[in-house]
């Protein structure tokens, strides 16, 4: 493949209720709701059009058509190249213009040498003074930057902006990863070479750097005086270069949502702003001109009977301002984590399928202490310290001001073995117990929290 073509790819992820304790995306124990788990998709490819062509029959329309089919898919065929969708009716584009099949975690950028942490965000209040949406464009365009990434042969985009006049660069984590170069280039359409500050998966956020001086930066303002129904823009690349720069407007729809995608678990911003592939990285603008945001995914549907618009998601800048300034001195975030993942069991999942209320293990990572103490995958976590838990965000509210080394208790229930288990049993039998759940309380389990970057699964 030649460095300037380039595929799409994506992440995409159901309305699951999986939640994760650190691990990737797990697989549903066999007889439950299924979730789908994130994975790695590339568009489908046109349909063939001989078939629209002997629907029509009229030789002058049908040389229409056919020029315009003609034009559609090379277009098509320039973003993704012999890739078929999966057939998921809801999913979260989460990558954008990503590397081809040669991205491998083989790759990664040089790491910056310099001293990053004089490094920080200030959120300011709402500006007064309200801006047109030709105005804000003039006025930010500067601050705002292309991003094309490389691996091997092939080449990706993304989109990002400028966090200080000396060249450090904000985007999404899934931009850069896997990646071996990265080029940042202005909106003066002068390129530079970056190097990587610190880059944090869970939040999907990353930190650049490239040499140059004098840049237009952004101003940040508080994410957590946003409004529902406020008016945002944002800038970036959808598609890529061939749309460079494209402004997009819409409203705050929503704040605070919680979204599980790649393995992880989010707290963002929905927007009606126009987002595509390409998008990632780039901010998301009150109409004062500051960044609230950092567009990072949207919904969106590969269902032929299913239509998704307008659902633009973004990394608050609270959230923004914590981790830029961890990545800027340590390079990396560390979180005391247990190193499993989770499905929330609701309490009407709990009443259909007769198990406990709680948090189902689906993925252990072997380096984790829950390994150690014989925790086990399809295990349900009733209770962490003592407290109630059936979702993520009950476990971090207990474990909030825990740190790596320190213990929890959790409380286990446990499928018993049962005698077609032991045995290998007929077909029919194991359908039956796939079908049919028996927990019973298991007892206590202590485990100690370990550093997130410590996991290796």
């Known amino acids: 493949m030649k460095s300037d073509d380039y595929n799409e790819e994506y992440r995409d992820n159901s309305f699951a209720q999986e939640e994760n304790l650190w691990g990737s995306s797990p697989t549903p124990p066999a007889g439950t709701p299924r979730r789908r788990r994130a994975r790695r998709r590339k568009p489908r490819r046109p349909a063939r059009w001989p078939n629209l062509l002997l629907s029509v029959l009229v030789g002058v329309l049908a040389g229409v058509i056919l020029c315009r089919a003609g034009q559609y898919v090379a277009y098509r065929n320039l973003a993704a190249e012999n890739g078929d969708a999966y057939g998921d009716d809801f999913d979260y584009d989460y990558d954008d213009v990503e590397t081809n099949d040669e991205a491998s975690q083989a790759y990664s950028l040089p790491l910056y040498t310099g001293d990053s942490s004089g490094l920080t965000i200030t959120l300011n209040a709402p500006g007064e003074t309200e801006l047109t949406a030709a105005d804000l464009y003039e006025q930010e365009l500067p601050a705002t930057v292309s991003i094309t990434v490389y691996a091997g042969s092939s080449a990706a985009y993304g989109s990002g902006m400028i966090l200080t006049p000396d060249g450090y660069i904000l985007t999404c984590a899934h931009v850069i990863e896997d990646s071996e170069r990265a080029t940042v280039t202005t909106s003066d359409g002068a390129s530079y070479e970056a190097a990587l500050v610190g880059s944090d998966a869970q939040t999907d956020l990353a930190v650049l750097k490239i040499q140059a001086e004098g840049l237009t930066a ?18 970036g690349d959808p598609l890529g270069p061939q749309f460079r720069s494209s402004l997009t407007d819409g409203i705050i729809s929503g704040l605070n949502r919680q979204i599980s995608s790649n393995g992880y678990s989010m707290t963002l911003i929905q927007t009606t702003a126009a987002v595509n592939s390409g998008n990632s990285g780039c901010p998301l603008f009150n109409s004062r001109g500051q960044v609230v945001g950092v567009v990072n995914m949207k919904m969106s549907s590969s269902s032929s009977t299913a239509s998704i618009d307008n659902m633009g998601l973004a990394v608050p800048s609270a959230t923004v301002k914590e981790i830029v300034e961890t990545l800027a001195t340590e390079g990396t975030v560390s979180r005391a984590v247990l190193g499993i993942s989770c499905y929330a069991v609701s309490s009407v999942t709990a009443q259909v399928y007769g198990i406990p209320e709680g948090l189902w293990v689906a993925t252990i990572d072997s380096a984790s202490d829950c390994a150690a103490q014989g925790l086990q995958i399809d295990d349900i976590i009733t209770r962490v310290n003592g407290e109630d838990v059936s979702t993520v965000t009950d476990f971090q509210t207990v474990t909030a001001d825990l740190e790596v080394g320190d213990t929890v208790t959790l409380t286990i229930w446990r499928e018993p073995e049962t005698e077609e288990d032991e045995a290998d049993g007929s ?21 100690t929290l370990i550093d997130s970057n410590s996991l290796v699964d």
Not at 222 to 233: A, C, H, K, N, R
């Open 427 to 447: 077909a029919s039998a194991q359908e039956e117990a796939d079908d049919s759940y028996h927990y019973e309380y298991y007892g206590e389990i202590t485990v």
């Open 218 to 235: 952004v101003e940040f303002a508080d994410s957590e005086q946003l409004t529902i129904g406020e008016t945002v823009y944002a800038i």
